[in-house]
């Protein structure tokens, strides 16, 4: 696995929606990886995968998993199968990038963290929001104490799901998914804010399903929360708001705030000075799940396979998405049971 000029040997497992992104990153990274098997399952969606793009595929998942071409794999499938798929490859010797969320639960998760510590192989976690350019932009201002000490925090995902959605084989179930809104689609924007700011402890929180939807998990939660400072927070992520709004990280500062709507970032400070940071693209937060550039995939990706070759962490480690996974699960069981 040692030298920076040698292509790495990837492999795919899972090849649903997921995937796209994924692959077209992949694409765009052809001096430093090469795809050498993409796998799902089932045939026709490997089929249909393969029009789409120029990479083998394959049905046999033991044949990626025994491959020795191959160093890395991106485990794509639903979180539900991780712990089972990804723990095969480690035990093969791969590292493993794996889609969000970790795993059904913290719990699984981290066995996961452990096998792959056990393993000797890198971890990482498909949580992509994290570099983004406004994002990466205000991780620096606030290492840099550029907007001052952080006096109050918010955090919305104003999203939407149809029922459609929903009325998919697994979708937002416990079983396949492991949650609802918080752990599927704001366990992003959770992540990042989480990463950026801390969370030292949950004070409330609310959690239910609206009449939007008829689902088994929660498509509305709120919280109170208190930052790694002390200073008060407040969080709101739902799937029933149409037709979607970008989702919303606030920062009040004592020098300035910060507004990361999506993918842009807006800054504004007590002398009357500031800066924008333009989105690169939509979110992803309508009934048209895949609607984002696959720009921060790519720099996740990128990011992993110099792990891989340097042998030290990924930016987002397997770890490190524990401990927002962590976090969801303490939300929703304070919404759950308030004297938890």
Not at 244 to 258: D, K, N
Not at 315 to 323: N, P, R, T, V, Y
Request: with cysteine; net charge negative; aromatic share 4%.
């Amino acid at each position: 696995m040692s030298g920076t000029g040698r292509r790495l040997g990837v492999g795919i497992i899972g090849l649903g929606p997921a995937a796209q992104p994924h692959a077209r990153a992949l694409l765009d990274l052809q001096d430093q990886a090469e795809v050498i098997w993409a796998a799902s399952r089932t045939e026709e969606r490997a089929r249909r995968f393969a029009e789409d793009f120029p990479f083998p595929v394959i049905t046999d998942l033991d044949e990626v998993i025994n491959d020795p071409r191959i160093d890395a794999v991106l485990v794509l499938t639903p979180p539900a199968a991780h712990a089972e798929v990804a723990g095969r490859c480690l035990a093969a010797g791969k590292h493993v990038l794996v889609e969000k969320p970790l795993e059904l639960t913290a719990a699984r998760g981290e066995q996961l963290v452990t096998a792959a510590r056990e393993a000797g192989r890198q971890l990482g976690v498909m949580l992509q929001h994290r570099f983004r350019p406004g994002s990466l932009r205000l991780r620096e201002l606030l290492r840099d104490d550029a907007l001052g000490e952080v006096e109050a925090a918010w955090v919305t995902v104003p999203w939407w799901r149809p029922q459609s959605y929903y009325d998919e084989p697994g979708r937002g179930t416990m079983a396949r998914d492991g949650g609802g809104v918080l752990l599927t689609q704001a366990v992003h924007t959770v992540d990042l804010f989480r990463s950026l700011l801390g969370v030292s402890e949950v004070v409330a929180a609310e959690v239910r399903t609206t009449g939007l939807h008829d689902m088994e998990t929660e498509d509305y939660v709120s919280a109170l929360l208190r930052l790694g400072n002390g200073a008060p927070a407040t969080l709101s992520a739902t799937t029933a708001f149409p037709p979607g709004r970008p989702e919303r990280i606030e920062i009040m500062g004592r020098r300035g705030s910060a507004s990361l709507v999506g993918g842009t970032l807006e800054v504004r400070y007590v002398d009357g000075t500031g800066e924008v940071l333009a989105a690169e693209g939509p979110t992803g937060s309508g009934a048209n799940i895949m609607d984002f550039p696959h720009d921060a995939h790519r720099a996740v990706i990128a990011d992993f396979l110099a792990a891989c070759r340097e042998d030290r962490p990924p930016a987002i480690s397997g770890e490190d998405a524990l401990a927002t996974q962590r976090l969801i699960e303490l939300i929703l069981l304070r919404g759950l049971d308030p004297t938890a």
